[in-house]
């Protein structure tokens, strides 16, 4: 391959954990195939930023946005507050952050305000696969993006605007 890019690279979707926390339920041994993802082992090993950093030594990285990465679902804020915590200094290793929200919840108005305050989050992601198969989904139900109160909750989102009244 001629020329290839050599300049710097910012790595826009990556995940870090730390399974001792106990707070990524779809990595337990107990869980199986999760989501369709297929055999979860490689995955069940704790990920923090020197193993981000030794895994993208041999390239240009200079910041990553840590995506959030299916933190128990009864505070999804505890990820942000423990992405906080991590050493952060050498490589950009989570500069910014995309957190989850789940916009139907009935305090998604107050979980996008808590994430907001957190200056390195940049967005909100809501996983919506749905199946009819419990394994392979991810979705509390089929059609949620038809909810009202979903939709209401994306409208007040960053970067989306305010809803209409």
Not at 1 to 19: E, R, T
Not at 138 to 151: E, H, L, N, Q, T
């Amino acid at each position: 391959m001629p020329n290839p890019y050599s300049g710097p690279i910012i790595d826009a979707h990556h995940h870090l954990w730390d399974l001792s926390l106990g707070r990524h339920p779809w990595l337990t041994a107990y869980a199986g195939e999760r989501g369709g993802l297929g055999e979860l082992d490689a995955l069940r090993r704790n990920y923090l930023p020197e193993d981000y950093l030794r895994d993208a030594a041999r390239h240009n990285v200079v910041a990553s946005v840590h995506v959030e990465a299916g933190w128990a679902s009864d505070d999804s804020v505890g990820e942000t507050r423990w992405l906080e915590t991590l050493d952060k200094s050498c490589g950009g290793v989570a500069a910014r952050y995309v957190v989850h929200v789940p916009l139907a919840s009935h305090n998604a108005a107050e979980l996008i305000e808590a994430q907001a305050a957190f200056d390195r989050v940049i967005g909100i992601r809501d996983i919506l696969s749905w199946d009819p198969d419990p394994a392979r989904r991810f979705a509390a139900r089929d059609g949620i993006m038809d909810d009202p109160a979903w939709r209401a909750a994306l409208a007040r989102s960053p970067g989306t605007g305010s809803p209409s009244t």
